[in-house]
Each structure stands twice: as structure tokens, then as C-alpha cells.
């Protein structure tokens, strides 16, 4: 087995990496691990791998250019390439086990405030390694998603309401985004925190449209 990681941060994985249990299974040959500084593929003079997020907010978000260049460098055809990120199926021994079967794993280890959501379109795996909202989320929700530059990345532009100076709507859409996420992904989070009443009333208004989603796909098509 071969494992990439890309990081930001390539000395703060170098050292653990070479101790312990992985530093004897890279000893013993069983597998290989490369750690590679993803400002490598930065953009410009600075090597520049973040921006601030479209619609405002504290922090940077991963821009997706520097994530594609390093994915298009170091995966084949046998690659099984995976994001690290709260937003991401829990890391369980099932996984584990299923992992350690594959040929070479690519792994992105971002930081800051989050990764430009068109990241994800450039992975097979989204994973979390933690196992309770404490640690992870926000109020007990995964993160809305975030956009940075450029405005158009792979076919998929920044939402409308990002650059639209309203930051109520910007508001109500992140909250939107946030309950839906985490609906799709990690419903037991919804289950384990109360809800406020504008969250109930998104929560029930994403419940109908699924129903009318459901309801479409039972009905028989026309001869």
C-alpha cells in the first residue's frame, strides 16, 4: 500500500508518522508514506492555498485550485482519494478494514475555516475521525457549505445569494445549508440537540420536499 497526504502543515505529521506503529510499518516495508506540503501547489508568488469565504465570516476557506493540482499529480488509476473533514462519514473499523484492502489512499488533511465545497467534488471518501459533535461541530451541526475564489471552479459557480450583500439571506441559506448537511449525513446529531423554531420550520419544509421526492419516484412512468 502507498499513502499521500497532502497538509499544510507536512512537519507536524513527519515526526508521529515516523514513530511507533507507523514508523515500524514503514520500516518493515509494509507500506509506503509520503507527506507533502499542498503549498506546493499554491497559487502565485505566495504559494497561496486560502482566501476569505464568499458572504462573509471569520477565518479561510481551502481554495479548490491548489487541492486539484495536488490530486492530479498523484493519483492512478488505483487511487481511492479521501477529504478529512467533520462533514464526513465517521471513521469506524468497518471503514478501517475496507481501507486496508485498497492499493493507495490519498489523503487531504485541510485546516482553517473550511474547505471551498467544490473540494468535495474531487474525492471518492469524506471522512471524521471524531465521535462526538463536541468536538467537531458547531452548535451540534456540521458546517454549511463554504465557498472561497475563484467564482467558477469545474462547472459549479458561487451560489447567488453568497455575493449578494444581504446578510440575512445569507443567514438563512447557511442555516439551510447546515440543517441539510447534517440530515444527509449525521442525523443522529439532529436526535442528541433541541431545535430552534426557524430551524424546525427548515427541518419540516426539507422533510416535505423529500416526501414529494419519494412520492415522484414511486409513481409509475407513462407508457
Not at 491548489?66 to 493519483?75: E, K, S, T, Y
Not at 448537511?181 to 443522529?188: A, E, I, Q
Request: glycine share 8%; proline share 7%.
Amino acid at each position: 500500500m502507498r499513502i499521500d497526504l497532502v497538509t499544510l502543515f507536512p512537519a507536524m505529521l513527519e515526526g508521529p508518522l515516523s514513530s511507533s506503529i507507523p514508523g515500524r510499518v514503514r520500516d518493515r516495508g509494509l507500506a509506503e508514506l509520503f507527506v507533502h506540503d499542498l503549498r506546493q501547489w499554491g497559487l502565485g508568488r505566495h504559494r497561496s492555498v486560502d482566501d476569505a469565504p464568499y458572504g462573509g465570516g471569520a477565518g479561510m476557506v481551502l481554495r479548490p485550485e491548489p487541492v486539484a493540482a495536488a490530486l492530479d499529480a498523484l493519483r492512478r488509476p488505483s487511487s481511492t482519494t479521501i477529504l478529512l473533514d467533520p462533514a464526513g462519514e465517521v471513521f469506524r473499523q468497518a471503514r478501517a478494514a475496507d481501507l486496508a484492502s485498497r492499493e493507495h489512499l490519498i489523503l487531504v488533511c485541510p485546516r482553517y475555516e473550511g474547505v471551498d465545497d467544490r473540494i468535495r467534488d474531487l474525492v471518492d471518501l469524506e471522512l471524521d475521525d471524531a465521535s462526538t459533535a463536541e468536538e467537531s461541530f458547531t452548535d451540534g451541526l456540521l458546517e454549511y457549505p463554504q465557498y472561497t475564489r475563484p467564482a467558477e471552479f469545474g462547472g459549479r459557480v458561487v451560489p447567488d445569494v453568497l455575493v449578494s450583500g444581504n446578510h440575512a439571506a445569507v443567514r438563512d441559506w447557511r442555516l439551510q445549508g447546515s440543517l441539510r448537511r447534517t440530515l444527509d449525513r449525521r442525523p443522529d446529531l439532529l436526535r442528541e440537540r433541541p431545535t430552534s423554531a426557524p430551524e424546525r420550520r427548515i427541518l419540516d419544509a426539507l422533510a416535505a420536499e423529500r416526501r414529494r421526492e419519494a412520492d415522484s419516484e414511486e409513481k409509475p412512468g407513462a407508457d
